[in-house]
């Protein structure tokens, strides 16, 4: 497994971002499953619609959600799980 954080999404998503060329050529060659956790999601999202456009966010969330969490099984481009977010009393 392998962790991403919000610049390797950036990067994927904005294709005017200095590393989204780099970032296409490492997602292509991946043979793990990235991981990451629900706040690297929201600020890439945020990242996303401020940088470049409402459209760019909405293909990321797109491409993510079709992750079938019940069976595990991954019908989208990105091979990401995520981590259980716990939260400590």
């Known amino acids: 497994m392998i962790i991403a954080d919000t ?30 956790a629900y706040p690297v999601i929201t600020e890439t999202c945020y990242l996303l619609a401020r940088d470049s456009g409402i459209n760019a966010q909405c293909a990321f969330l797109d491409d993510h959600q079709r992750f079938d969490r019940a069976t595990g099984s991954q019908t989208s481009q990105l091979p990401l799980q995520m981590l259980p977010f716990s939260r400590k009393n």
């Open 7 to 36: 610049g390797f999404f950036v990067a994927l998503g904005n294709r005017a971002d200095q590393n989204h060329s780099a970032a296409i050529q490492i997602l292509s060659g991946l043979r793990e499953t990235l991981i990451t």
